[in-house]
């Protein structure tokens, strides 16, 4: 599957759907009717909750880091340098973002 592929190098922004794509995608799953929708919400409900837990310190699973850290270190992360760090991951979820809904605008409508 695509988790796969991201650790075996097969991986490719072709592979996610942004905001655009998942409207693209509603459609279909609204015509197929009200269980495939219930089904497809619950499934992007799951993704979004397992991709928030990816280490990025934008993320919750970048909070668990620090929290990792604080507890191997019995210290507190320096305030500075978490600060510095969240802003990086956060720029980084930006321009992910800016690309994956880029790719979707050029798939379903360049």
């Given at each position: 599957?695509m988790l796969?592929?991201?650790?075996?190098g097969?991986?490719s922004?072709?592979?996610l759907?942004?905001?655009?794509?998942?409207?693209?995608?509603?459609?279909?799953?609204v015509?197929?009717?009200i269980?495939s929708?219930?089904?497809y919400?619950?499934?992007?409900s799951?993704?979004?909750?397992?991709?928030?837990?990816?280490?990025?310190?934008?993320?919750?699973?970048g909070?668990?880091?620090?929290v990792?850290?604080?507890a191997?270190?019995?210290?507190?992360?320096?305030k500075?340098?978490?600060?510095?760090i969240i802003a990086?991951?956060?720029?980084?979820?930006?321009v992910?973002?800016?690309?994956?809904?880029?790719?979707?605008i050029?798939r379903?409508?360049?």
């Amino acid at each position: 599957g695509m988790l796969a592929s991201i650790f075996t190098g097969g991986f490719s922004f072709d592979m996610l759907n942004g905001p655009v794509g998942i409207y693209h995608n509603v459609d279909s799953v609204v015509k197929a009717g009200i269980i495939s929708l219930i089904g497809y919400t619950a499934l992007l409900s799951v993704n979004l909750g397992i991709m928030n837990l990816i280490p990025i310190p934008a993320l919750d699973g970048g909070r668990i880091l620090f929290v990792i850290y604080e507890a191997i270190f019995r210290k507190p992360v320096n305030k500075k340098a978490e600060t510095t760090i969240i802003a990086i991951g956060a720029i980084f979820m930006v321009v992910i973002m800016i690309l994956v809904t880029w790719n979707d605008i050029r798939r379903y409508f360049l």
